[in-house]
């Protein structure tokens, strides 16, 4: 169903530079662990990209957009056309993400990888298999021919993101509808209700609330998904730009290039990587904790703690976005601190 490369294992970690990492952290200027998980992070970083000097300077954003049958079920706040309409306004720099990304002198690359545009919108790189998702209370929402198109197109992006020899990568995502495919997928990974997982996405009251917890537990009963295989789930219940999302997930990892990753989309996104690729797990480093409701259940579901909680919920690869300059600062500690030999300072007693 999935092209060959999706399930091929993910470069080790570096043994040699994780311990050459801990072993500068004991010897900086500091007393042992005192910058926390700073220098966890180093130290992961350092293993990951096999370096002896962590880095995290150049980190392109890329931001995938796809629309979603299951909007004509009542499940947003927002009508669709909003899709089509950030993807110009991220192409054309008025957007969180946009601002973040000129901010941090970060690449921002926009993907239609399924929306409703007819047309090429300038600035945006389109790859896509078709214009939306179909309703998946009624029907699948893709076939495995256009799942596998979904998860090429995330390929394809890590390929072009590559290029510059990127530190990290930024993955967001846009598309009316897709808090409530998330949950969908999310929900049939975990085997648990969409009551426990489906928030509020945009900002439906707690009435739209329930009746999108309905409309996805109807959806995974009538597809019978719940515990299913990820490729099943994402064919039944998924998402294109969540698809490609996935892709370009495990095709970074393959090319040991670590993964920043956003909110509530991006990690269930992550987690059904994890599923069909475990070996990319080493790869995911998590930004934040969302304020949506089932996001701290998928944290918890890949064994992740995040470094900030600053109750977003806006997607585009925000969170990420803002929690990057503490992984720069963490690099920046782990480089350029003098260990207590250069310093003449005397370590403490052994």
């Known amino acids: 169903m999935l092209p060959e490369w999706v399930t091929q294992k993910c470069p080790e970690i570096s043994a040699v530079h994780r311990e050459a990492a801990l072993a500068r952290q004991a010897q900086l ?7 926390g998980r700073l220098e966890q992070l180093a130290v992961e970083l350092a293993g990951l990209q096999a370096t002896e000097q962590p ?8 931001v995938f957009a796809g629309d ?19 993807m110009a306004n991220f192409a054309s720099g008025g957007a969180a993400i946009s601002v973040l990304a ?32 179909r309703d998946f209370s009624v029907e699948a929402a893709l076939t495995p021919t256009e799942l596998a198109f979904a998860f090429e197109a995330g390929q394809r992006a890590v390929a072009r993101a590559a290029a510059g020899r990127p530190d990290l990568l930024i993955f967001g995502e846009m598309g ?6 998330s949950a969908a997928i999310a929900a049939s990974l975990l085997g648990i209700s969409a009551e426990e997982i ?23 009963a009538r597809h019978g998904v719940a ?38 989309i991006v990690s269930v996104a992550a987690l059904a990587a994890v599923r069909l690729n475990p070996s990319c797990h080493s790869f995911l480093l998590p930004s934040h904790q969302s304020a949506e409701q089932g996001h701290r259940l ?32 963490a690099c920046s500690l782990h480089n350029g601190m003098a260990t207590f030999a250069q310093a003449n300072v005397p370590d403490r007693p052994a």
């Open 176 to 181: 009316i509808g897709n808090t409530t495919t």
């Open 227 to 264: 515990g299913a295989l990820p490729e099943q789930i994402l064919c039944a219940v998924g998402g294109l730009e969540i698809a490609a999302i996935c892709g370009a997930i495990i095709a970074a990892a393959q090319a040991r290039i670590p993964v920043l990753i956003d909110g509530f």
């Open 68 to 86: 979603h049958g299951i909007v004509a079920q009542g499940v947003s706040a927002y009508p669709q056309g909003v899709t089509i309409a950030m």
């Open 298 to 329: 998928v944290l918890r579901a890949l064994n992740v703690q995040p470094l900030i909680s600053l109750d977003l919920r806006l997607g585009e690869g925000s969170g990420a976005a803002i929690a990057l300059p503490l992984v720069r600062l």
């Open 55 to 62: 880095r995290a300077a150049r980190v392109p954003i890329i």
């Open 102 to 133: 000129r901010e941090l002198g970060s690449n921002l690359e926009v993907v239609d990888a399924g929306t409703l545009a007819q047309e090429a919108i300038a600035g945006v790189v389109t790859d896509k298999p078709r214009q939306g998702t």
């Open 29 to 35: 200027t500091k007393p042992a662990g005192a910058l």
């Open 198 to 220: 489906a928030g509020s996405g945009t900002g439906v009251d707690a009435a739209g609330r329930a009746h999108k917890a309905g409309v996805i537990d109807a959806a995974i």
